[in-house]
């Protein structure tokens, strides 16, 4: 952690367990005071089980939980710290907005004209005062989830935390609840867990990013160290959209690579016994090129033309998939044979088990 700064939140060991099966495998990470930090992978690594432990609303198997610098492992969730955002509005429809938005203060018995100055100012920063008079069944989606997050605003919580809170969303209404989310970290400055499957999400909104797979910790990042610098197979093929060009490739006794049919303008001391390893290019540093050595030779099965770029899906000598961003030149038909070269700066190297060589 840097000098100066303090940690936010500490997960140590943390494990979680049903019955005989566990689940979250020894997790540790520091989260910075008021960082904004990303849990991302597919359905089933764990991730919203681990905001679930955090919140206080699943068990901790064994590990600890520091929140502020003092444990809450085996705190309620009232008295952790936090605020959390469900994937669902959980709004109380008989009730108004400003009612909904002082409901948790009246709960806890604050004074009436603290939930007023508290809820006047939740509403301010998320500019929803015209709608405090409102019953939830008249909101949009997009202000329900301002509501929502509003009522997690008037808890003054060290920690907010967000579970998959846009996925009710259309894409539009997606797009712009993030830049609100991002809005309100830089006007709060709170730390902020955010649990999401949407790269674009994890991508646009985070400080640092945590990739999971099956209950551990794949890579902790920045958004450009996960993209331009995974640690391993899994990372490069789940960050970015499209994914990272994995090639299967063999390294022969000289140490060329060998990819698609063709030798690939780079050596490496074999790294395995049989020479096996993976080549990690992103469809954007790839690029169209004459026909000639170290050159990735494909043909093209299909292409997709959005405007302002153009996708190539390709099928190399060999069989392997590549995808191709194209910005420029002429439109290339599905059957064209294509060649792409690449800067050697841009090439990612995995080992035969998957993890980063250079």
């Given at each position: 952690m840097a000098k100066g700064l303090k940690p936010g939140m500490v997960l140590a060991d943390v494990r979680k367990s049903f019955g005989k099966v566990e689940v979250i495998h020894g997790v540790d990470l520091v989260v910075e005071e008021g960082e904004f930090v990303v849990f991302v992978?597919?359905?089933?690594?764990?991730?919203?089980t681990l905001l679930r432990m955090i919140a206080g609303l699943e068990e901790v198997t064994d590990g600890e939980i520091e929140i502020g610098g003092r444990s809450v492992t085996d705190l309620d969730p009232s008295q952790r710290g936090i605020a959390m955002v469900f994937q669902s509005y959980a709004l109380y429809p008989h009730m108004s907005v400003r009612d909904n938005l002082g409901f948790g203060l009246a709960m806890a018995n604050t004074p009436k004209p603290e939930i007023e100055q508290q809820v006047a100012a939740a509403a301010?920063?998320?500019?929803?005062?015209?709608?405090?008079?409102?019953?939830?069944?008249?909101?949009?989606?997009?202000?329900?989830?301002?509501?929502?997050?509003?009522?997690a605003i008037v808890r003054k919580p060290q920690v907010f935390l967000f579970d998959e809170p846009l996925s009710n969303l259309d894409a539009e209404?997606?797009?712009?609840?993030?830049i609100e989310i991002a809005r309100l970290h830089?006007?709060?400055?709170?730390?902020?867990?955010?649990?999401?499957?949407?790269?674009?999400?994890?991508?646009?909104?985070?400080?640092?990013?945590?990739?999971?797979?099956?209950?551990?910790?794949?890579?902790v990042g920045s958004p450009r160290d996960v993209y331009e610098d995974p640690a391993n197979t899994f990372v490069a093929g789940f960050i970015g959209s499209p994914r990272m060009n994995l090639i299967t490739a063999a390294v022969d006794g000289a140490g060329k690579i060998l990819a698609g049919g063709t030798e690939v303008a780079t050596t490496i001391k074999s790294p395995t016994g049989d020479g096996a390893i993976t080549l990690g290019l992103r469809p954007e540093h790839l690029v169209l090129a004459e026909a000639g050595p170290d050159r990735l030779s494909a043909r093209v099965d299909f292409s997709e033309y959005l405007g302002g770029t153009r996708y190539l899906y390709c099928q190399l000598a060999d069989g392997q998939a590549l995808v191709a961003?194209?910005?420029?030149?002429?439109?290339?038909?599905?059957?064209?044979?294509?060649?792409?070269?690449?800067?050697?700066?841009?090439l990612r190297l995995f080992d035969a088990a998957g993890l980063r060589l250079r």
């Open positions: 992978g597919p359905s089933g690594c764990g991730k919203s301010r920063i998320l500019k929803i005062e015209p709608l405090l008079d409102r019953r939830p069944g008249q909101l949009s989606g997009g202000q329900r989830q301002r509501v929502a997050i509003g009522r209404l997606r797009v712009s609840m993030r830089r006007e709060l400055g709170n730390t902020m867990i955010y649990v999401t499957h949407d790269q674009t999400e994890a991508m646009t909104l985070a400080d640092k990013i945590v990739v999971l797979r099956d209950g551990v910790i794949e890579q961003e194209s910005r420029e030149g002429p439109d290339i038909e599905a059957g064209a044979a294509v060649h792409f070269t690449w800067k050697p700066e841009h």
